[in-house]
């Protein structure tokens, strides 16, 4: 299981550094699955969460950059 991120005490950098990897890390286990070298098929659910998570972290940052 992977380890549990605050994402509130990452820097929006680091969150769109985290972001990039976690979709890089998507592309590839999909293009391996098709490949069939890729048997972990409930790393795609994860791997959609945390991309949710992250952006959701990155509005939220963007939002109170606005209000203030």
């Keep these: 299981m992977a380890e549990k991120i605050d994402?509130?005490?990452l820097?929006?950098?680091?969150l769109d550094n985290r972001l990039k990897e976690t979709?890089?890390?998507l592309i590839l286990g999909r293009r391996n699955f098709r490949l069939g070298k890729f048997k972990k098929?409930?790393?795609f659910p994860r791997l959609?969460?945390?991309i949710a998570r992250i952006?959701?972290?990155l509005r939220?940052?963007?939002i109170?950059?606005?209000?203030a």
Excluded: G, I, V, W
Excluded at 11 to 14: F, G, L, N, P, V
Excluded at 64 to 67: G, L
């Design 7 to 9: 994402y509130k005490s």
């Design 11 to 14: 820097s929006k950098t680091d």
């Design 23 to 25: 979709r890089e890390e």
């Design 41 to 43: 098929t409930s790393e």
């Design 48 to 50: 959609r969460r945390e």
């Design 55 to 57: 952006n959701t972290f």
């Design 60 to 62: 939220s940052l963007a």
């Design 64 to 67: 109170k950059a606005k209000a």
